[in-house]
């Protein structure tokens, strides 16, 4: 059972306009959110989290969006940049500290120039 | 500091061989995680431990599947016997303590086909 979901295997967008990367999850108990980069042939890298009494978090271009009554997340980047090109993982964690990083199942990002 | 260490990075066995894959965890971290990828189910944790001690084996898809963590600075996860199912990349990861809301540093990964 896939507790936390990215339906979008792929996402395609031009420079400098706006990225949109969605995850939902169906745990009501997960209370922080994660979402982490990856590019070919490397270990994927964390990017920016967010707590689940805050519904926003913003980092310079990446800004992190929760609606906990929808149990959905967004990674928003602007603007894109060709850079920004990578498979993105959406994480979800809490119910006791344990340690343990539920992931979706990635999107990949392609900014064209 | 070199992060995490993964190796190998690729490997490529026959079906019903043995497979070691290692991991040196980034120095005075105390957590260190196994995690498995596929396009089908992204990312999975098989397993974590703290301190060295298995906190959480519940990922590990079968008894086929095994790891220890001798001491702070490595471990292993061992497949015997290797099937072509288990073709992925592994993942290793560690962060500086116990506990969900620490980062994660992951390693470059390896790259296991099973022929």
């Known amino acids: 059972d896939q507790q936390v979901k990215q339906n979008s295997p792929s996402l395609s967008v031009q420079e400098g306009r706006i990225s949109i990367l969605n995850c939902d999850y169906t745990?009501?108990?997960?209370?922080?959110f994660l979402w982490y980069k990856k590019y070919p042939a490397e270990g994927p890298t964390f990017l920016i989290s967010?707590?689940?009494?805050?519904d926003k978090n913003e980092d310079g271009r990446f800004t992190v969006f929760l609606n906990k009554s929808a149990k959905h997340l967004s990674l928003h980047i602007v603007p894109s940049q060709p850079g920004d090109s990578a498979v993105y993982f959406c994480?979800?964690?809490?119910?006791?500290?344990?340690?343990?990083?539920?992931f979706g199942q990635g999107t990949t990002l392609q900014v064209k120039p | 500091d070199a992060g995490v260490i993964q190796s190998p990075r690729h490997e490529v066995t026959e079906m019903g061989q043995e497979v070691t894959l290692r991991c040196k965890p980034i120095?005075?971290?105390?957590?260190l995680f196994w995690y498995r990828q596929t396009m089908m189910r992204g990312l999975e944790l098989l397993i974590y431990?703290?301190?060295?001690?298995?906190?959480?084996d519940s990922g590990m898809p079968e008894d086929r599947f095994s790891a220890k963590m001798p001491n702070a600075s490595f471990s292993t996860l061992k497949i015997q016997p290797s099937e072509p199912r288990d073709s992925a990349v592994y993942f290793c990861?560690?962060?500086?303590?116990?506990?969900?809301?620490?980062?994660?540093?992951f390693g470059p990964g390896t790259r296991l086909t099973v022929l």
């Open positions: 990861a560690s962060s500086l303590s116990f506990g969900s809301y620490n980062e994660q540093f």
């Open positions: 745990n009501s108990m997960f209370d922080y």
């Open positions: 967010i707590s689940s009494i805050k």
């Open positions: 994480a979800a964690t809490g119910s006791g500290n344990t340690g343990k990083l539920i």
């Open positions: 120095s005075g971290h105390n957590s």
């Open positions: 431990f703290n301190n060295n001690v298995p906190i959480d």
